[in-house]
């Protein structure tokens, strides 16, 4: 009884970390006769699997049915797009930090697990065929079937429709509209609280599927967990200073400035793991350190917040690398093209909430044709990697909340919306200090 209460009291991410450190010890300790674990790990990725769709199907259409038709304007068209050109570079860069670093490379799960005759199923469908399968021809088959690039198609319109009825000039529309968006967003309430109790699992789940892991692998199984983080923190800062630097730069605003006022956001979105969380923060960054005008923010930073994550794109790069060399099937060139429309789609469809990027992979690695069968080597892959998910986590939503801020500033830059006093008030303030000192 006292173990029960001390699991549900304990802090989170210790339970998963322990759970990660004791499955390791267990199966390098118990080798392959740790195989009996395997249903707890099983009932995990169940869980996990079971969420997916309910998740997007409410939180996509409650964050879509937010946003004012008027904001939809030139502010928003100019976020959306230089959103969605970041997001396709971190994903390319998290492509490349993998293809250079090649975590997981032989690991070969696939070849320790064929003999029990499990094979992993890597046939993938070519990218235009990914991007025509996108449109549904029936929303609610593409739901049952768990197709989730088409369900975040339909839901993305389906929620600016919503948006437009949620704001009709027509009384009983505007009614009817708020109705269903109240059911959407009681649904995406419940899901969080969904999460939020599985994620209670993750440490028996974590414990079952790394011990099976480390029964079948050895001690080895830890050094591409080194590498594939190092890959990934790497393809984080470079990202960072390179192409966010590199944006304000061209746009005459001082990258050095910029990362001391969003220090504060940066570290928040670092320990809370949460953009939405992290969105009071980055809004007062916004307004009283950078001095960016509220039409700007108010829509920009929310919006970013919901369909921005560029850290979570380079982390999706990276992992199904890891993947396909861990089960020794590395990725094509196709493939890793696909890889970017998939994890461009997806980053629209996490939600700014820890963990929400680990459950988007799935869908990602299926696009390639790796899916995550209970049992199968790309779900012991998949399991290693959400042992150390917290970490990585980390360092995504950083990136994530970092690449929200410079959009916005940059938006608030070409649209003269910017106090740029408040740029160049630290420089001015070397001198005038001096002057006072001397
Ligand atoms: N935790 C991330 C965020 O809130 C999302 C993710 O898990 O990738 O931005």
């Not at 064929?114 to 739901?143: E, H, M, R, Y």
């Not at 009709?168 to 309430?189: C, H, L, M, P, Y």
């Not at 969380?277 to 920009?300: C, E, H, N, R, W």
């Not at 360092?395 to 919306?417: F, S, W």
Request: hydrophobic letters at 50%.
């Amino acid at each position: 009884m006292k173990l029960f209460s001390w699991y549900f009291k304990s802090n989170l991410l210790v339970r998963i970390l322990m759970g990660l450190i004791l499955g390791a010890i267990c199966g390098i300790v118990f080798g392959p006769a740790m195989a009996w674990v395997n249903p707890f790990g099983e009932i995990f990725i169940r869980l996990l699997k079971m969420i997916v769709i309910p998740v997007i199907l409410f939180t996509l259409t409650v964050g879509a049915a937010s946003v004012h038709p008027s904001q939809l304007g030139r502010v928003g068209v100019k976020a959306l797009v230089i959103y969605m050109v970041t997001t396709a570079f971190a994903v390319s860069f998290g492509l490349i930090c993998g293809n250079l670093f090649q975590p997981g490379k032989g690991m070969e799960i696939a070849a320790s697990v064929a003999t029990q005759g499990v094979k992993a199923d890597v046939s993938a469908p070519s990218l235009v065929d990914t991007l025509i399968n996108v449109v549904p021809v029936n929303p609610f088959g593409a739901i049952s079937a768990g197709n989730v690039l088409p369900v975040i198609f339909f839901c993305l319109i389906f929620g600016i429709a919503l948006a437009y009825i949620r704001n009709s000039e027509d009384e009983k529309i505007r009614q009817s509209g708020e109705t269903v968006f109240r059911f959407f967003n009681g649904g995406a309430e419940i899901m969080y609280m969904v999460v939020h109790w599985i994620l209670q699992y993750a440490p028996i789940g974590v414990f079952a599927l790394i011990a099976d892991v480390f029964g079948k692998q050895g001690a080895e199984a830890f050094g591409p967990l080194g590498w594939i983080t190092l890959a990934i923190y790497l393809a984080f800062i470079g990202h960072m200073l390179l192409v966010y630097g590199g944006m304000l730069f061209i746009y005459k605003l001082s990258p050095i400035t910029f990362f001391s006022k969003a220090k504060e956001a940066i570290v928040t979105a670092f320990v809370t793991r949460s953009s939405g969380g992290t969105l009071p923060v980055s809004m007062d960054t916004a307004d009283s350190k950078m001095g960016i005008s509220q039409g700007v923010y108010s829509f920009s930073l929310p919006l970013g917040a919901t369909i921005n994550m560029d850290g979570t794109a380079i982390y999706q790069g990276v992992c199904a690398i890891f993947v396909g060399f861990a089960i020794g099937a590395p990725l094509t060139f196709s493939q890793q093209l696909t890889i970017i429309a998939t994890s461009l789609l997806a980053s629209v469809g996490t939600a700014g909430v820890p963990g929400a990027g680990a459950i988007m992979l799935m869908m990602v690695l299926e696009s390639v044709g790796l899916k995550v069968e209970p049992g199968s080597p790309v779900a012991m892959a998949y399991a290693m990697i959400f042992g150390i998910d917290a970490l990585l986590d980390m360092g995504r939503t950083a990136c994530n909340v970092t690449g929200d801020l410079a959009v916005t500033c940059i938006v608030a830059k070409t649209e003269n919306e910017i106090d740029l006093s408040r740029w160049q008030k630290d420089k001015q303030r070397v001198p005038a200090d001096t002057t006072i000192a001397d």
